[in-house]
């Protein structure tokens, strides 16, 4: 069940927009790739850092999510991204890690980085924990 909520928020209009796609490593934990494009830039030329906090805030959440089971939601209340350098080309890759998962609040973290596994980026996220209705 939880993978196919994964593969619910893969087919989400705005992953399809940011072209989010997911895999597994070989660890069988799932991994979010974005192929760099033109659009994806900035004016100076650099991937956008909405992206990068974008690709933290759903790996974190597909950890959480993971744990969640079938009855519950999560929707972020709180993030932070530390931006560690520039990226221009190529492949970015993210995987996330569930923190803490309580009642009403989750925590987790995501890092992200390059085709040259170089890291580009670590953030943490607060999620509001809910039921599902349905």
């Given amino acids: 069940m939880v993978l196919v909520r994964i593969r619910d928020l ?27 494009t033109e659009k994806l830039l900035q004016f100076y030329g650099k991937v956008h850092g909405g992206v990068i906090a974008t690709l ?26 530390n931006y560690l350098r520039p990226v221009e ?17 989750a925590v987790g973290n995501a890092s992200v980085w390059d085709d040259q596994n170089r890291k580009i980026a670590y953030g943490i996220a607060t999620y509001y924990v809910y039921d599902m209705k349905k």
């Fill in 56 to 81: 933290v805030d759903v790996a974190a959440a597909v950890a959480l999510n993971q744990q969640l089971g079938a009855d519950r939601g999560a929707s972020t209340v709180e993030m932070k991204v």
């Fill in 89 to 105: 080309k190529g492949t970015l890759y993210a995987k996330g890690e569930a923190i803490n998962l309580g009642r009403t609040l």
């Fill in 10 to 36: 893969a087919g989400g209009a705005f992953w399809q927009l940011l072209g989010i796609e997911t895999m597994e490593n070989d660890d069988g934990e799932v991994v979010l790739t974005v192929t760099v």
